[in-house]
């Protein structure tokens, strides 16, 4: 699986970890930056995370910032990404399984090194449930999304 990484300054110090424990768990990893610890606008990573899952570059992506709620909300914005901000391995499996999750978003400055790698590895390990309650709520929400868009 070739998975999108792409963190601000705040989540720099992370991505290395993010990483290792995602080419652990066999995947391919496409780094989107940033490189350094220079102040960058985490809106602009997210994007990149985003896009890169929609043109096909990568099957899912991890964004990391400062508390990983920025990172979220900015990934939200763009149709066809659902991200959540996740701080317990549960949540990071079952929001792939239940909910189709594509873009796992970390906090820095929320979570430890140990937990962010056990984070993407579940996030990774996981798939869409093809039960049928599963896929009909995932369809109500791509019915939000389609005729939820703001004036």
Same mark, same amino acid.
């Given at each position: 699986?070739?998975? @999108?990484?792409?963190c601000?300054? @705040?989540?720099?110090?992370l991505?290395? !970890?993010?990483?290792?424990? *995602?080419?652990?768990?066999?995947?391919s990893? *496409?780094?989107l930056?940033?490189?350094?610890?220079e102040?960058?606008?985490?809106?602009?990573?997210? !994007?990149?995370?985003?896009?890169?899952?929609?043109?096909?570059?990568?099957?899912r &992506?991890?964004?990391?910032?400062?508390?990983?709620?920025?990172?979220?909300? @900015? &990934?939200?914005?763009?149709?066809?990404?659902?991200?959540?901000?996740?701080?317990?391995?549960?949540?990071?499996?079952?929001?792939? !399984?239940?909910?189709?999750?594509n *873009? *796992?978003?970390?906090?820095? %400055?929320?979570?430890? &090194?140990?937990? @962010?790698?056990e984070?993407?590895?579940?996030?990774?390990?996981?798939?869409?449930?093809?039960?049928?309650?599963?896929? %009909? %709520?995932?369809?109500?929400?791509?019915?939000l !999304? &389609?005729?939820?868009?703001?004036?």
């Open positions: 699986m070739l998975i @999108a990484v792409a601000d300054h @705040a989540g720099f110090p991505k290395d !970890e993010v990483i290792a424990a *995602l080419e652990e768990a066999g995947c990893v *496409l780094d930056g940033t490189y350094d610890q102040p960058v606008d985490y809106p602009d990573y997210a !994007e990149k995370a985003g896009r890169a899952i929609l043109n096909g570059q990568a099957e &992506a991890v964004v990391i910032c400062g508390s990983g709620v920025g990172a979220c909300i @900015a &990934a939200n914005k763009i149709k066809g990404i659902y991200a959540c901000s996740i701080t317990d391995v549960y949540s990071a499996r079952q929001g792939v !399984e239940h909910d189709n999750m *873009l *796992l978003c970390l906090g820095a %400055r929320v979570i430890g &090194a140990e937990i @962010a790698r984070l993407v590895k579940a996030f990774v390990s996981a798939s869409f449930s093809t039960e049928e309650r599963h896929r %009909r %709520r995932v369809g109500k929400i791509l019915k !999304e &389609a005729n939820g868009k703001k004036e």
